[in-house]
């Protein structure tokens, strides 16, 4: 999602290609699988009113933590389209919903992705305030893979900024959330980054900087 839609091949035309059925026992999932394929057919238009339906008959049937997740798409679609304002528009919209439905992690899920919005485009202030706010939603709950992304974000705003023992902290609070989960993947690939960080410190970083060079690996599933 994040090439530049320049890069990609053009869409094929639907008698060429083959894409799955529209399937969904329910009303609002053939919406959903619809608006699937209209992104794959770059039929953008036609992918967020179909999200929008399918929006607005998850809230008729009270599946309301579902419809909120359909604006984060919504946002990520208006992301691969480069338009800014409306991302941000729906990631918002998507925080609204989550917070009346009492679903602080679908509010740090959604302000995760505003920040991503605007790290990718080298607006480190703003993706920090998002990233920031989400964390401090579900700083205290259990370990989840929201929780290790934004960790991980955080410690690439910090890096970007150049407070590089601060990001250090959140990159170790990243990995040891990703051995809680046992997410080897996740795990290895922050410990990459770690040694990379490690090794451009100079002296003056102090000893208990450097604590995640201890921590133990996620143990693999049997």
């Known amino acids: 999602m994040g090439m530049s839609i320049w890069l990609l091949p053009k869409p094929a035309k639907k008698e060429e290609a083959i894409t799955p059925p529209i399937s969904a026992k329910d009303e609002a999932g053939r919406f959903i699988q619809q608006a699937s394929e209209n992104f794959f057919y770059h039929e953008f238009d036609q992918a967020i009113d179909n999200y929008k339906k399918?929006?607005?008959?998850?809230?008729?049937?009270?599946?309301?933590?579902?419809?909120?997740?359909?604006?984060?798409?919504?946002?990520?679609?208006y992301k691969f389209r480069r338009n800014i304002k409306e991302a941000e528009i729906h990631y918002k919209l998507a925080m609204e919903n989550h917070r009346k439905n009492q679903d602080s992690l679908g509010e740090a899920r959604a302000m995760n992705l505003a920040g991503d919005l605007y790290m990718?485009?080298?607006?480190?202030?703003?993706?920090?305030?998002?990233?920031?706010?989400?964390?401090?939603?579900?700083?205290n709950d259990p370990p989840h893979l929201t929780k290790a992304l934004l960790l991980e974000n955080l410690g690439h705003y910090y890096w970007k900024t150049e407070n590089t023992p601060e990001a250090i902290v959140q990159f170790t609070q990243s990995r040891e959330t990703f051995a809680a989960l046992e997410n080897q993947m996740g795990y290895e690939h922050i410990s990459a980054v770690l040694n990379k960080l490690r090794r451009g410190q100079s002296q003056k970083i102090p000893d208990e900087g450097l604590v995640y060079h201890n921590s133990p690996a996620?143990?693999?599933?049997?």
Request: charged share 35%; no cysteine; hydrophobic share 40%.
């Open 54 to 77: 399918a929006i607005v008959v998850y809230e008729r049937e009270g599946k309301l933590k579902t419809a909120a997740k359909v604006f984060e798409s919504i946002g990520d679609l």
């Open 120 to 139: 990718e485009r080298g607006n480190f202030s703003s993706a920090g305030v998002w990233y920031k706010k989400g964390l401090a939603l579900i700083k």
């Open 218 to 222: 996620p143990k693999r599933k049997q």
